[in-house]
T-cell receptor, first 111, second 116 residues
């Protein structure tokens, strides 16, 4: 079983602060995805990273895939209350056909 | 249409009841999934369908019975559930099992199930 460890598990910050969420594994993934989930809703795909070292930006969100494709990070600049939610990383190994989800990081951004 | 629609949104059932959860997508996706999510936990995979055939069953108890009548519909039949089965049940779809890792999954909003 491949495991994805996310840190921190919970983060409470003020509007305007920056933050980074980490997703780590001892396994290599062919791709890694980040989702955001709001209470009572399903996860929504934010980004997929495929190439080691790849960096993708989505407005104030920056995603990076580690060179060895074992880890990833999500950096949010100038967080806003609308960024509040559960952030989940999920990896897919080429030998499998399903995603493995990390335990998630619950982000609370206060005005 | 870029959505996965799940019905009902909320369901309360007794331990002797039989009920069904429904999931529908019209994106032409050929892989569909059922996930179970407990509070403050990540989604846990239950079943995977590929081209309307059951591809993966993650050792789910037989009181959960999936069905894929056609490429757009996925059902989850429930019978004799236990209170610990109370959770958010999520349906998802992807273009294919392999391409799901590149293009991602589209999740529905889920069915909040309470077993009393």
């Amino acid at each position: 079983t491949q495991l994805l460890e996310q840190s921190p598990q919970f983060l409470s910050i003020q509007e305007g602060e920056n933050l980074t969420v980490y997703c780590n594994s001892s396994s290599v993934f062919s791709s890694l995805q980040w989702y955001r989930q709001e209470p009572g809703e399903g996860p929504v795909l934010l980004v997929t990273v495929v190439t080691g070292g790849e960096v993708k930006k989505l407005k104030r969100l920056t995603f990076q895939f580690g060179d060895a494709r074992k880890d990833s990070s999500l950096h949010i600049t100038a967080a806003q209350p609308g960024d509040t939610g559960l952030y989940l990383c999920a990896g897919m190994n080429s030998g499998y056909s399903t995603l493995t989800f990390g335990k998630g990081t619950m982000l609370l951004v206060s005005p | 249409d870029t959505e996965v629609t799940q019905t009902p949104k909320h369901l309360v059932m007794g331990m002797t009841n039989k009920k069904s959860l429904k999931c529908e997508q019209h994106m032409g996706h050929r892989a569909m999934y059922w996930y179970k999510q407990k509070a403050k936990k990540p989604p846990e995979l239950m079943f995977v369908y590929s081209y309307e055939k059951l591809s993966i069953n993650e050792s789910v108890p037989s009181r959960f019975s999936p069905e894929c009548p056609n490429s757009s519909l996925l059902n989850l039949h429930l019978h004799a559930l236990q209170p610990e089965d109370s959770a958010l049940y999520l349906c998802a779809s992807s273009q294919g099992i392999r391409t799901g890792g590149v293009h991602g999954y589209t999740f529905g909003s889920g069915t909040r199930l309470t077993v009393v």
